[in-house]
């Protein structure tokens, strides 16, 4: 079978855990013989490139305000840039199969061009791309009937040079296959009035013998922190929670260590702060980014996740290897963790931003070594039944088999 899949970011050049799981997946469905490309933007790159496996070719779009026109020129040139590269992958690979996985600054017209040319597509939707598809700033330039107008004056003068080109975005998605990461996020598609004829759940899986489990853990008192610093992530909760583990129960060997980036540096700067002002610097590190092939020694270097997200999240990867590996976790269990963490069994779980319940719950662990490992062996059971890396693979390799014979019949 040949897929193309259809990414705005994909590793080594990424953001967050989508992507990453993007490219495991993509890897396992060649590793059972199918011909998979993969089309994403130029993000991280100065100019675009291609291995003949991976194409760098879409064009990210960058600030675009909803009432402005400054930026217009720009936008146009980004959707004539990411169509003629999709007509070219699309001529040159005939893909049985094109496998969407997020369309956020490279164009929802990309979908829909893809379908206009009678291509059959699935979506793997794993954040809240699918909810709001047709905000795409292309598309609600064309149907927002709430544009102010001078927006509407330009695209009545541009409608007549460009529909020629076919870059004028029409129709909507055809939501036929859609696989979705929680149902956290089936639900939120749901009720933003996106729904697809025939969705189906499929969680996130990781491979349990590169995120081996460790059967011994010497000492309860070394946190981890994986993921963006962003506030949205909740970073600062888990600093408060440190300070008064630290400064008032007296945990004065407990260590936190943060590995990950941010595109907010005055947050990161905000942090630092905090641990500086509270006297932590022996307690916190920032290791800052750290490659994902190194991922599984950083887990098995530590005892305790934290994972203090603030917002909805919709499915979290991070929690599914640190699990797989041995952690105990302490974390919210906002909109998809829900769906894994489940309190007193295999987490303890704390309202968002709460810190001094974070640091309760951090302490019981560091008293009671039964429920430790009690936590943390139901948290690799639960992976191991649950949240497998092949047991994914099988169902979206059998969806698009399913596609490609109806498309070929």
Not at 54 to 75: A, C, F, S
Not at 128 to 143: E, P
Not at 204 to 224: A, H, I, P
Not at 302 to 326: D, N, Q, R, V
Request: proline share 5%; hydrophobic share 40%.
């Amino acid at each position: 079978m040949k897929i193309l899949v259809i990414s705005n970011l994909y590793p080594p050049h990424y953001i967050g855990g989508y992507e990453l799981g993007c490219r495991d997946v993509v890897r396992a469905l060649k590793a059972r013989g199918h011909q998979v490309k993969v089309l994403t933007s130029t993000y991280g790159l100065r100019k675009p490139e291609s291995d003949g496996q991976v194409y760098r070719w879409l064009e990210p779009q960058i600030n675009w305000k909803r009432r402005r026109l400054i930026n217009l020129t720009k936008l146009i040139r980004k959707e004539l840039n990411n169509q003629r590269a999709l007509k070219h992958i699309m001529r040159s690979y005939q893909p049985d199969v094109i496998y969407v996985w997020n369309l956020t600054l490279i164009s929802v017209s990309l979908a829909l061009l893809a379908q206009k040319r009678g291509a059959r597509l699935c979506y793997f939707v794993s954040d809240d791309w699918l909810s709001r598809w047709d905000q795409d700033s292309w598309y609600r330039f064309w149907w927002d009937k709430a544009q102010p107008w001078r927006v509407r004056l330009a695209r009545a003068i541009l409608r007549p040079f460009l529909v020629p080109f076919g870059i004028v975005p029409l129709g909507s998605l055809d939501l036929q296959y859609v696989h979705f990461a929680s149902r956290y996020l089936q639900r939120a598609a749901l009720e933003a009035g996106k729904a697809a004829a025939d969705p189906e759940v499929i969680p996130w899986g990781v491979d349990t013998s590169t995120f081996s489990y460790k059967e011994r853990c010497s000492d309860q008192r070394s946190l981890l922190y994986v993921g963006q610093l962003m506030p949205h992530k909740g970073v600062h909760t888990i600093i408060e929670a440190m300070k008064i583990l630290v400064k008032e129960y007296g945990c004065a060997s407990v260590e936190l260590t943060l590995v990950g980036g941010t595109t907010r540096p005055d947050y990161l700067a905000d942090l630092q702060t905090l641990v500086g002002t509270h006297s932590m610097d022996a307690n916190v590190r920032f290791a800052g980014w750290v490659p994902r092939e190194r991922l599984p020694r950083t887990y098995l270097q530590h005892e305790i996740l934290l994972f203090p997200s603030a917002w909805e999240e919709p499915f979290s990867i991070t929690l599914l290897e640190a699990m797989s590996c041995g952690l105990a976790v302490v974390g919210t269990a906002t909109g998809g963790s829900s769906e894994v963490l489940e309190h007193e069994v295999n987490a303890l779980i704390f309202p968002k931003e709460d810190a001094r319940a974070c640091a309760n719950h951090v302490r019981r662990l560091l008293d009671h070594p039964l429920l430790f490992e009690r936590i943390r062996k139901n948290g690799r059971r639960v992976v191991e039944d649950r949240f497998r890396l092949e047991t994914m693979t099988d169902r979206i390799e059998r969806t698009l088999l399913q596609i490609a014979a109806s498309a070929s019949s």
